[in-house]
Nanobody, 124 residues
Framework: QVQLVESGGGLVQAGGSLRLSCAASGRTFRDYVMGWFRQAPGKERDFVAAIAWSGASTYYADSVKGRFTISRDNAKNTVFLQMNSLKPEDTAVYYC?????????????????WGQGTQVTVSS
């Protein structure tokens, strides 16, 4: 498995921006589809975005499309989530996830490895 460590969460006002990072170690990073998920208190874990191994294909939840951007740097074994125009409903713990496959999916049960999560809080 690959080990994942997220960073970049915090408190921001509505309309603001944050950039999350996820550093991977342990296996060949480019073997993995990478994804971001989030979970708010009392709610299920939701898909946010995913990116293919090459970075050529990206996928987003409708709720974040046009506001969030996922990217990856395979040379630095890192995946990013740039979050703009943040809304209070974006408040959640954000998790980085890795899937040992070339097939991109939005199902959290398809991902093999998870980070510990980073809290994002958007105030109104």
């Amino acid at each position: 498995q690959v080990q994942l460590v997220e960073s970049g969460g915090g408190l921001v006002q509505a309309g603001g921006s944050l950039r999350l990072s996820c550093a991977a170690s342990g296996r060949t990073f480019r073997d993995y589809v990478m994804g971001w998920f989030r979970q708010a208190p009392g709610k299920e874990r939701d898909f946010v975005a995913a990116i293919a191994w090459s970075g050529a294909s990206t996928y987003y939840a409708d709720s974040v499309k046009g506001r969030f951007t996922i990217s990856r740097d395979n040379a630095k074994n890192t995946v990013f989530l740039q979050m703009n125009s943040l809304k209070p409903e974006d408040t959640a713990v954000y998790y980085c996830a890795a899937r040992l496959s070339v097939v991109v999916t939005s199902l959290w049960t398809d991902f093999d490895s998870w980070g510990q999560g980073t809290q994002v809080t958007v105030s109104s």
